[in-house]
């Protein structure tokens, strides 16, 4: 695997992407993005969408709208596990330009309907990395790509072909400028998708509906195990000829071979492509308008008319990034201009995903693989919530008020759409993965709900968030509600299940005490002191116990083996996970023998480098045994401030900023998974980590910029200012809260709610005496 750290050669040409390859566009598009570039003054001029596109990063770099449902983008590979967002900015050819794409995740899938210009006698395969020229892949080089927000262009160098891309939330635009030629050709590819070489199309089809339009759909088997989409697909020009190939011959009606008549304008399989074929003149620009939908083609045209009506490039782009801007501005920062363009990326990354999943009819494929019709609310899809529960959805809280009622109602349809009564745990598209562990949707909902996020039936979510803590058939929970644990001879990853079902079940306590259910209350909360069962303290670590409760023998507490499917942790080692208490950071402290002990526990985290970890070599970001590179670390350096040792926090927040996280390729040290690695760069450079989602307590680290101004949802600005910060002066010596001396490392969310001041005093030696207090108990 890829080290995201290691620079590559290539990176030095990532400064040219933006300004060069401009001679080649409109002058409309050239004109604006170029002084964009040269005086960049709105938040959307900072996006620098390469990020993360080299490595374990994930992301990829073609316009998608905000949450959007259509993410128009160039693939490089499709077969590779590694390469789970179809682009690695490595690679030397590319494929083709694909649909929709995952941003960010650790499993590939979605790259649906790949189109491709071609130059010569259409070629059907796509060839190979090492001999692009054996099929229809093109060779590109950087220094002729680049990609902005609601923006990308790359030329082909194999045939010349320019080719620019731009999006809305349900459709795109692809504008192909052509040499001269009389053997031009736009294929569309119906059976690629992102497969990571183990998933499968299952049936396809595809259909010329007139000289200028063209309807498909797959059904895919795949991460998401029954996937329907459609596409339809509008070209600027009526095609000189088209052919529809299956299996590498043309459909067509041959009477001498044929028993009877076969339309040439229609086909199904499971190997299709179409072929619109051209003479075409130099330079001439011919444009494909094309949209999705889960439910028909119908839909899929309404939702293309409907949001691109004309054949105006320019404008799809300025709306787009118009729309950027906006939602960009939630927040605003100041601070040097790679300060910005590592905020404002890590602000885009996080609005990209969850992503928008209903038709302009408002017409969506459930989890029943029914049609419903979203009713009131909006309906989104791909819910990351292992990761996205800790500082993604707590950000969307606090900023995207309305738009997290509306996700939070996707997760309820699909409780009710659950033939097992369960809340999303891992949902792609009306399929549920059931990837990773937790009932995780329950902080989404408790935090939304606590924090004042309305538009959704409290009870009925209560209700729907009890019911999933409460199923006896999922991953353990009646022998953890029985014993107090899950236990390993029952259950694999049971001491991460254990530890992550309590922090859930203090979720369900706090939305039970808000309502009055003081029974319930009382349940939950006794089930959150499960983690007590798992602490060992002869080792001094969460250990894993089997249901006759014996500790499991032999136990290295730096040991993950991913390939032997029989870990008692997920993606990580006891020592990574025995930290995973954030509901009872006061009650973990005096577990572990009190502050100073647990200090020095702490401090050995990050030092410590004789770890026995098998298939984890894409999680980087280790210092020591942490690994900022995989979510179960993300809240740990927040503990030296709840120990009351804010000083150390700094150190390692600042640290983790400026080494795990930048504006280039390369830049982000694990996976984006939709948002959530973003995330917890935005709130650690402002200052602060939600640690404990579903409380009213945020930690205090130690702020990356000089001043952010949040829009609140409510219509409220909290402003955090840093006076005297520098490179140097990264220590807090002292904090006042709209005026106030502040010396609690904790932020309550009553206070940031209302609007106000954070004022930060820095210097460059720790103060000693600020923040020592420690924190309660959420």
């Known amino acids: 695997m890829r080290s995201p750290l290691v620079r590559s050669s290539r990176i030095s040409q990532y400064a040219g992407c933006l300004a060069l390859p401009l001679l080649l566009l409109s002058a409309t598009i050239a004109n604006s993005l170029a002084s964009s570039a040269s005086a960049p003054n709105r938040p959307v001029d900072f996006v620098r969408p390469f990020v993360g596109t080299q490595g374990e990063g994930n992301t990829y770099p073609g316009p998608s709208a905000p949450f959007g449902m259509v993410q128009l983008s160039p693939d490089t ?7 789970a967002s179809g682009y690695e900015y490595s690679d030397t050819s590319i494929m ?75 459709a795109g635009i692809m504008r192909f400028t052509f040499p001269a030629s009389d053997q031009a050709s736009i294929m569309t590819d119906l059976q690629h998708f992102l497969s990571g070489n183990r998933f499968k199309l299952i049936w396809s089809h595809v259909r010329v509906e007139d000289p200028s339009t063209v309807t498909g759909f797959h059904l895919v088997n795949g991460w998401g195990k029954e996937r329907y989409l459609y596409y339809a697909a509008r070209y600027s020009r009526p095609f000189d000829s088209h052919r529809i190939m299956s299996n590498g011959s ?10 009877r008549f076969r339309s040439r304008n229609e086909a199904a399989g499971t190997n299709l492509q179409f072929l619109a074929e051209y003479k075409t003149r130099p330079n001439e620009v011919i444009m494909v308008k094309v949209a999705v939908s889960p439910v028909s083609a119908a839909n899929a045209l309404k939702n293309l008319d409907s949001e691109i009506p004309d054949w105006n490039f320019e404008a799809v782009v300025q709306g787009t990034r118009e729309k950027w801007n906006r939602e960009l501005s939630r927040i605003e920062v100041e601070g040097s201009a790679q300060d910005k363009e590592t905020f404002y990326t890590s602000l885009y990354h996080l609005f990209l995903a969850p992503n928008l999943y209903q038709d302009v009819t408002g017409e969506y494929r459930g989890l029943d693989s029914n049609i419903h019709l979203a009713k009131k609310f909006t309906n989104y899809a791909v819910f990351s919530l292992w990761d996205t529960y800790r500082a993604a959805h707590p950000l969307f809280a606090l900023i995207q008020s309305p738009r997290d009622a509306d996700m939070i109602n996707s997760l309820l349809a699909h409780f009710d759409q659950s033939v097992d009564h369960l809340l999303p745990l891992w949902s792609l598209q009306g399929n549920e993965t059931w990837c990773m562990i937790g009932y995780h949707a329950v902080p989404v909902i408790v935090d939304g709900f606590l924090k004042g996020v309305h538009g959704f039936d409290k009870e009925r979510a209560y209700q729907a968030i009890k019911a999933s803590a409460m199923n006896p058939d999922y991953d353990g929970v009646a022998a953890y509600a029985r014993l107090g644990w899950v236990p390993f001879d029952q259950e694999n990853e049971s001491v991460s299940k254990t530890l992550e079902y309590a922090y859930d079940d203090y979720c369900v306590a706090q939305m039970a005490k808000a309502l009055g259910k003081s029974n319930d209350y009382a349940y939950f909360l006794k089930r959150s002191a499960g983690y007590t069962n798992l602490y060992d303290p002869s080792v001094g670590l969460m250990r894993g116990k089997d249901s006759a409760g014996k500790w499991r023998t032999p136990f290295d507490p730096h040991s993950y083996d991913d390939a032997s499917r029989n870990n008692d942790f997920t993606e990580g080692t006891s020592w990574q996970y025995s930290w995973y208490v954030p509901q009872d950071v006061p009650g973990m402290i005096q577990l572990f023998g009190g502050k100073d002990a647990f200090i020095q526990k702490l401090d050995t985290l990050f030092t410590y480098t004789n770890i026995n970890a098998k298939g984890l070599d894409d999680v980087q970001g280790r210092i020591g045994e942490y690994w900022h590179g995989n979510e179960p670390s993300h809240h740990i350096i927040y503990l030296y401030s709840c120990a009351g040792q804010p000083w150390k926090a700094a150190q390692r927040v600042h640290e983790v900023l400026k080494t795990q996280y930048g504006s280039q390729p390369n830049s982000l040290s694990g996976n984006d998974d939709c948002g959530q690695m973003s995330a917890w760069y935005i709130f650690s450079a402002m200052g602060f980590y939600p640690v404990c989602p579903g409380s009213d307590q945020y930690v205090i680290g130690s702020p990356a910029l000089k001043k952010a101004v949040l829009r609140l949802s409510n219509g409220k600005k909290f402003t955090i200012q840093a006076e005297a910060l520098s490179e140097q002066n990264i220590y807090v010596q002292s904090v006042t809260l709209n005026g106030k001396t502040w010396n609690s490392p904790m932020l309550p969310h009553k206070e940031l709610k209302n609007g106000g001041t954070l004022l930060f005093k820095m210097g460059p030696q720790p103060n000693l005496s600020w923040g020592t207090g420690g924190c309660l108990a959420p």
């Open 77 to 83: 590979d499709r077969d590779l596990w590694e390469t």
């Open 96 to 170: 083709g330009f694909t649909l929709t794409h995952l941003t960010g995740t650790g499993i590939p899938d979605l790259g649906d309907f790949l189109f491709m210009p071609q130059i010569g006698e259409p070629k059907l395969v796509c060839g190979t990395k090492q001999n692009p020229e054996a099929g229809y892949r093109a060779r590109y080089s950087h220094d002729q790509e680049s990609a902005s927000a609601g923006y990308y262009q790359v030329k082909l160098l194999n045939n010349n072909v320019q080719v620019e891309l731009a999006a809305t939330e349900r």
């Open 250 to 259: 043309e459909v067509k009606y041959d009477s001498y071979k044929s028993y």
